[in-house]
Nanobody, 129 residues
Framework: QVQLVESGGGLVQAGGSLRLSCVGI????????MGWFRQPPGKEREFVAA????????YYTDSVKGRFTISRDNAKNTISLQMNSLKPEDTAIYYC??????????????????????WGQGTKVTVSS
């Protein structure tokens, strides 16, 4: 069991930046592959970014490539999502997710929300035009 708690959301103007954080409580995140998802208003939840257990592999949805960076600090039991050059279409509730990957290689990650075992409560990001 692990509890995920996100923070860092807020209101920002288009072109601005935000940094989201997700801290794990109750278990080390070093055994989990991690991901960020988002749910825009009135739409389905969608994949944003993923990072492997060892932090060596990252993957992004096309719409955020070059603007968002996912990272992890296993010593602090935290993953982050640095979001730059924000656009109004980035407005959404952002969720941190963890997939148990203790037996997987350090390079493993997934983009499928069905594979993730634990989810945070979400943090709201609003980008004004």
């Amino acid at each position: 069991q692990v509890q995920l708690v996100e923070s860092g959301g807020g209101l920002v103007q288009a072109g601005g930046s935000l940094r989201l954080s997700c801290v794990g409580i109750g278990r080390t995140l070093s055994v989990f592959a991690m991901g960020w998802f988002r749910q825009p208003p009135g739409k389905e939840r969608e994949f944003v970014a993923a990072i492997s257990k060892g932090g060596t592999n990252t993957y992004y949805t096309d719409s955020v490539k070059g603007r968002f960076t996912i990272s992890r600090d296993n010593a602090k039991n935290t993953i982050s999502l640095q979001m730059n050059s924000l656009k109004p279409e980035d407005t959404a509730i952002y969720y941190c997710a963890a997939e148990w990957a203790d037996s997987a290689g350090d390079h493993y990650f997934t983009t499928s929300d069905e594979e993730y075992d634990y989810w945070g409560q979400g943090t709201k990001v609003t980008v004004s035009s």
